[in-house]
């Protein structure tokens, strides 16, 4: 296991910049076990957790984790929602930007451990963002575990997607300012609970 240190960034949001630095732990140079992210311009004092699918080009190297969409996403997103503080898992740790080749059958059960255990802490709230459902029974059994779990929980939400479905939308595949505006939004996307 490495735990790599990764460089400040400035993510250009339009009108504001967002500063941000992260950390992440490598199992090695094929998988990223979690990946934590801390908006140092945003003062506020909540932390997210989100769940996604695999790691795609984020972290793949020192200076590549905030350069994908989805991660800048998932910091815009974060930030306008007054979170300081992201901790991304994925189902899978993989590291594979087309998730059409990841494979589905390896599924790592010490991964859904940490995951079991980051949600443990009530104070974090969570984001569902795996946004593909599995192809494999036992990774919908595992989803299925998950999420029988999440549905104890209040604070458990995703943005864009219907809650009746069994994937949440991905934050890599949206237009963020699309989905700001879309519904009636004023200019912000919102969470929603996710079991409603």
Not at 111 to 134: C, V
Request: glycine share 4%; proline share 3%; with cysteine.
């Amino acid at each position: 296991m490495t735990i790599v240190q990764y460089s400040e960034k400035n993510i250009d949001d339009g009108q504001k910049n967002i500063k941000v630095k992260g950390t992440g732990e490598n199992n090695n140079n094929n998988e990223r076990l979690y990946l934590d992210i801390e908006i140092m311009s945003n003062n506020s004092n909540k932390s997210l957790i989100v769940i996604m699918l695999n790691p795609s080009e984020s972290g793949m190297n020192k200076e590549g984790i905030f350069v994908d969409k989805t991660t800048t996403n998932l910091i815009k997103i974060a930030n306008e929602n007054n979170y300081n503080k992201i901790k991304v898992f994925n189902l899978l740790t993989e590291k594979e930007p087309d998730s059409k080749k990841v494979n589905y059958s390896n599924f790592n059960k010490d991964n859904f451990a940490r995951i079991l255990k980051a949600i443990n802490n009530n104070s974090n709230d969570i984001l569902l963002a795996w946004g593909a459902k599995y192809k494999n029974n036992t990774k919908n059994l595992q989803v299925k575990k998950l999420l029988n779990i999440l549905r104890q929980r209040e604070n458990v939400f995703t943005f864009c997607a219907n809650p009746n479905l069994a994937f949440p939308k991905h934050p890599g595949r949206i237009n963020i300012d699309c989905c700001r505006n879309c519904y009636g939004r004023k200019n912000k996307i919102e969470f929603k609970q996710y079991f409603s």
